[in-house]
Structures are given as structure tokens and as C-alpha cells.
């Protein structure tokens, strides 16, 4: 069960950490299309 939880914690982070980083880059087009 922590296991669960703990990698979807990781998850979880790593996706805001994507979603955080990519909104004030200026290349709108190339990361969304790369991650999506």
C-alpha cells in the first residue's frame, strides 16, 4: 500500500513539475506535443 502511494506521489510531481515548467517556456507548439 505505500508503495502505491508513494509512486503515484512521484507521479503526481513529476506531472506538476512538467505542467509548471512548461507554461513559461515560449516553444508552445514542441512540449505539449512532446509530453501529451
Do not use: H, Q
Not at 502511494?5 to 516553444?27: E, H, K, N, W, Y
Amino acid at each position: 500500500m505505500k508503495e502505491i502511494i508513494l509512486s503515484s506521489g512521484i507521479g503526481f510531481g513529476i506531472g506538476a513539475f512538467f505542467t509548471l515548467c512548461r507554461i513559461p517556456i515560449p516553444a508552445p507548439n514542441v512540449l505539449p506535443g512532446v509530453l501529451s
